[in-house]
């Protein structure tokens, strides 16, 4: 397809590994929903800040004050990377994960949380120690709505009540109606927070136009993986709770009281929650993919991995006994991100072969969504390999899958050797 642009350039677009069965082979890395390989842009700007680096708020230096700069610049690319509201606040985190923890730790007194028990473990269980109502798969992201919208009609509409959904699904790739489920929640006085992780990396993503309240994401698996990852959203919340890490940084004024105790004045802004020393180098890797993502341009990406999509489902129609997941139906929109069994086959040998045979790099197992593969798999005898999965019990069935996944830096080779391999 002449329309489709090339890849980005990753790094570790030359990484050779070898087979089992004699010679080496470039590494086809296929497992971009866990982790994506770094753009070389991102490299390249990290490596000619590097020399640069100093303390982030702390230091009166040349080099203090570069980075304090750089720190709260990386902070409003972000916010325009994510269309964000004048007024929301963008925290640099660890991770999606622990930006959910975070929004968690801050939910205000008596908060019900609905979430989906098909969310990745991440959006699933930070949740616990308020009330949760964990939502049924949904066989259509009319279903999705419809169930969302049951539930809060239910709930005490007097209470502050928040709702978890992810963008684009860690196993399906399938994309969640979050626009409609935003809406609906708003309607019943909830609010809403996204789980980008899957979707950030491969489509636009705006906190305005979506009406979300709350977006989360990790830089590794934007192309930037240096330990970084963003909570952007409404202030209200962040500021009123107790800060997430207790520490330097995030504290204005720390006075002893008379009765020997400690007295301390906490920032209201995203330095509220970010305690102890930034990641600096994580939060400038991150606006620096978020600038190269946008200058490539989403319609040019998506129109890539659509391709790709294309190219492994054209490819894999004609073997029966590959059966792909899908909550929503083979055709529903997705990005790049396909799991699937294989009828005969465990999933980890499959994988494992593919690897040791193919010098290609998938995931294989419950993709930390047990409850959703259960939903997907539990019925289904070709799911169930005649061997036990590594963490199944003596006599137990394994329940595992395989999960193919890419994105801007993926090369057409890649995904042609893939479905030759699984041919
Ligand atoms: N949510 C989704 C949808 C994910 O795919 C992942 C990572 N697989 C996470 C959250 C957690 O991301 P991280 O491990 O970077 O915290």
């Excluded at 980008?196 to 906190?207: E, R």
């Amino acid at each position: 397809d002449q329309s489709v642009c090339a890849p980005l350039p990753v790094l570790g677009r030359d990484v050779t590994v070898p087979l089992v069965t004699g010679g080496e082979v470039t590494y086809a890395a296929l497992d971009y929903a866990a982790s994506a390989p770094a753009l070389q842009r991102v490299w390249d700007d990290v490596a000619a800040y590097a020399p640069y680096y100093g303390s982030v708020h702390r230091g009166a230096g040349y080099l203090s004050q570069l980075s304090t700069d750089l720190f709260e610049n990386a902070r409003r690319t972000v916010a325009g990377f994510l269309g964000c509201r004048a007024d929301d606040q963008v925290v640099f985190t660890r991770s999606t994960t622990d930006s959910l923890n975070l929004l968690a730790a801050a939910l205000p007194a008596d908060c019900q949380v609905f979430v989906y028990e098909t969310e990745h473990h991440a959006s699933l269980l930070p949740w616990r120690s308020a009330r949760v109502t964990y939502l049924d798969a949904p066989s259509s992201p009319r279903q999705a709505v419809e169930t969302l919208e049951r539930a809060l009609a239910d709930r005490d509409p007097c209470g502050p009540a928040l709702v978890c959904v992810t963008g684009a699904s860690n196993v399906t790739g399938e994309l969640w109606p979050v626009r409609e489920l935003a809406a609906a929640a708003h309607a019943h006085g909830a609010r809403i927070v996204l789980d980008a992780a899957q979707l950030a990396p491969h489509h636009p993503v705006s906190v305005a136009d979506l009406d979300v309240d709350w977006v989360a994401f990790s830089g590794h698996k934007l192309y930037a993986p240096f330990g970084s990852g963003v909570l952007a959203g409404r202030a209200d919340w962040l500021r009123a709770a107790e800060p997430y890490l207790a520490g330097g940084g995030a504290s204005r004024k720390v006075s002893r009281r008379e009765d020997g105790g400690v007295d301390v004045e906490w920032h209201d802004n995203a330095a509220r929650h970010e305690a102890g020393s930034p990641n600096v180098i994580g939060a400038y890797a991150v606006a620096s993919a978020c600038k190269a993502l946008s200058e490539a341009g989403f319609d040019t990406l998506v129109a890539r991995e659509q391709h790709l999509v294309r190219t492994v489902r054209e490819g894999l129609a004609d073997v029966p006994e590959v059966r792909f997941l899908s909550l929503f139906g083979d055709d529903a929109p997705r990005v790049g991100v396909l799991s699937f069994v294989v009828e005969g086959w465990n999933s980890s040998h499959f994988a494992a072969a593919l690897s040791a045979e193919y010098g290609i790099g998938v995931r294989d197992g419950l993709f930390c969504a047990h409850p959703l593969l259960r939903t997907l798999l539990g019925s289904d005898p070709q799911a169930q390999g005649e061997c036990g999965a590594p963490d199944a019990a003596p006599g137990e069935k394994s329940l595992n899958a395989i999960r193919v996944s890419f994105g801007a830096g993926t090369p057409d080779e890649h995904v042609e050797r893939f479905v030759r391999a699984v041919k």
